[in-house]
């Protein structure tokens, strides 16, 4: 009889389905050696009420192992710690500056699940410092599982260049840097396929710089996937990550990338990428060019960037799951 294992997902909302993703990448590569059930909180989490709903809810369930996925952290407070993993996605809000809200977020968030939790996996060497620094927990307690590339992401061997060089951008928040990327593009015959949901003011630039662009959202993955294998050039010069999935969505589709050279994003890009600058539009500017007219710089970026992909195959990342996963059962069975 397989050990049951309870995954602790976020109520899903429009424009935030990463962590979903993740995990359904790995369900099918796990559930052979364990009893996956998955449990989404009732109530989105914001607010106090919805907050201590979701709490009352999670208090009831029961199983060998539990494993909050992420996003709702604060769930550890009512489950059994040495059953109980926690995987940490994001930590840019510690990042912010400090208020007693913050403080309170940060206690609730971090510092409190982390220390009630058996186990804590992070998705990169980057977040594993972070967390450590935040909490002063045992080092050891953190362990670096990356993402998983979703296996839809493959090469497309009927590939031909597009007329005019299409690029890709993954993403419109802040964090994204569509408007540097923007300014870059001026004057360069290319076309620019975004991908999410522009704001107004983004959309004022493009138009006033004079980008030609086309906009998608609400995707499924396989249209996503086509996405990447239609794009000449990814650029993906965020000014921040907790770990960057389009590198390897681009890298296993045979697409060059234009990575950001800040840490984790130049980490998970392995020597699969071009590295630039995302504060210097200059930079960005040369990097594009470079690329799109030297077709051995493509080459050579296409065959490291396939390389670098298959060490976050699902297969592989499941691997790391299960070994903490069963490390953490044999600890509640002593």
Known sequence: MHTTVTWLNRLPFEGYFSIETVFKTLEPELINSFDI??????RLSAGL??????????????????????????LLMVLPGKKTILTIHDLGYLNQKPSLSRWIFKWFWVILPVKRAAKVTVISENSKQV????????????????NPVHPRFQPNSHRVPNP?????????????NLERLAEALEGLKVRLEILGKPTEDQVRILQRLGIEFHVQSGLTT???????QSADLVVF?????????????????????IVSGLSPMSEVAGHGAVLVNPFSVEDIREKIIMVL????TRTKMVYEGIENAKRYQSAHIASQYKKVYEEVFQGTSI
């Open 37 to 42: 059930r998955t449990w989404v909180c009732p």
């Open 49 to 74: 009420t919805n907050r201590l709903l979701n709490l009352w809810r999670a208090s009831l369930l029961r199983s060998d192992l539990f494993h909050v996925t992420g996003d709702v952290h604060y």
């Open 131 to 146: 967390v450590v620094q935040a909490t002063g927990c045992d080092p050891n307690k953190v362990i670096v599982i990356p």
């Open 164 to 176: 005019v060089p299409v690029i890709l951008q993954v993403g419109v928040k802040s964090n994204k």
């Open 222 to 228: 396989d249209d996503v996937a086509s996405l990447y």
């Open 237 to 257: 010069a965020s000014t921040f990550e907790g770990f960057g999935l389009p590198i390897l969505e681009a890298q296993a589709s045979a697409t060059p990338v």
């Open 293 to 296: 007219e030297s077709e051995k």
